[in-house]
């Protein structure tokens, strides 16, 4: 049996550093917790950046997972605005940017990821932003006056929920997305279109195949420019292209990366002592037979758990297929399983009616569902996904069977 | 300020002041009382919010959106006063709400 650990510190106060923190209090942990972080502001929900909180419906406290006073509560030193530096796998300690080194027996690594930027002429202009923090949106927020003009690169859950926010502020928005479709990463062909169709119909320019050649201003942006030489004026250019795993602290200290953080199911690194979670990890994905890195709340939480877990030598937790939301306008999307490998896509009602969802099979098995305004949907989809069930495509697309018993027959 | 009570699964209450317009999940979450999760953070997306509404205040609290209805139908160990708490915004004529929360969120 493995001596107890008495200090654990926690790289990264994120959804997922702060959940792990969370999860050892809640088991009993009594030893030492640092929690560190680089932005001033204690862990958060992302999520609502791109939505009520772009939107000024939602001010920055109600998005804290925990008041402040339950970190003093609960005995967890929050380190905030202050980087971790490097990783001392031999001394087992972490550098600062600032301050003393913190000494520990177990480590996890929850740093994240970061947006992608885009190499291109005119990129670092100010008015060229991205959307990742509390800081990025609230620089955003004072640049999105009504009638401004504002160009989304990258049609991904993030350039589209800013989009949609944009419109309904006032804004006038072209998105342009380089694919064939938007939200090419995450969803099929039909909901791409849908949610073309729903954007174009709120007033905004929607390009897709665009190819964005770079920035035109001097200091502040005044355009975007695309393939061929046409020049969009705008004031204002949101970048949303994906997110790059923070590993390089980990790599930096020898420990296993591919695309992410390698890690075992029980969020253990290459190294026995150190853990990784959230979107920085690489992990086994259970409900598909392969791994994985999930940039999604979900993941964040159950990686969370996963590795207080396995630090305390307790049961891992039940683990959930992935799950995903998108709040667009009055379009609530929400998402079970991942749909890459798909070889059937079943519609489920009539996306004129913005209440439908899209099964994702693969040789027969639901293994995802888009379920648009279709809380039921999605909900059964979850567990058919869980179930690996097999159902017969024209049942899963005849409204006239409730999803309850397109359940309780899958199910059994 | 509306003052809410939480019952957790033992039979342990915890009375905090919400605020009007937060939700009943959001003050469990502000006051740290346990057995809520919320793991989308009030988004209506993960049913982990799960309360049963004290007898006195289920026709005040209202019924649940169709959404929630639909998040709750498929949820562990529902009953007739159960609600997502996520979707109970505070207000005046809640004041002395009575909640309790079930064993487990998962």
Redesign the interface.
Known sequence: MAVAPRRIAIIGAGQAGGQAAYSLRLAGYDGAIDLIGDEPAPPY?R??LSKAYLKGEMEAE??F???L??YS?HAINLVTSNAAKKIDLAEKRVELAHGAPISWDKLVIATGARPRKLAVPGADLKGVVELRTLADVDQLKLLAAPGARLVVVGAGYIGLEAAAVGAQLGLKVTVLEAMPQVLSRVAGAEIGAFYTYVHRTAGSDVRLHARLEGFEGSGHISGVRLAGGEILPCDLALVGVGVLPNLELALDAGIVCGNGIVVDAQGRTSHPDVHAAGDVAWRPLVHFGREGRLES??NA?EGGKIAAAAMLGAAP??L?VP?F?S?QFDL?L?TAGLWTGADAQILRGDPQSKAFAVFYLKEGRVIAVDAV????E???GR?LVAAQATIAPAELADKSISM?DI?ARALG | MPKITYVDASGTERTVEGKNG?TVM?TA????VPGIDA???G?????TCHVYVDAAFTEKVGKPS??????L???ENVKENSRLSCQIKIRDDLDGLKVTTPESQ?
């Not at chain 1, 305004?373 to 039921?376: E, K, Q, V």
């Open positions: 929900q999520p609502p109600r998005l997972l925990k008041p006073e339950y509560e709340v979900h939480i937790p039940t959930e799950w939301w709040d609530k929400q305004n279709s809380a039921a999605y909900v059964v567990k309850k359940g | 937060m959001e979450i502000k006051h740290n793991d989308c953070g988004a209506c997306a993960c049913a169709a959404m929630e209805q639909s998040m139908d498929f949820a998962h």
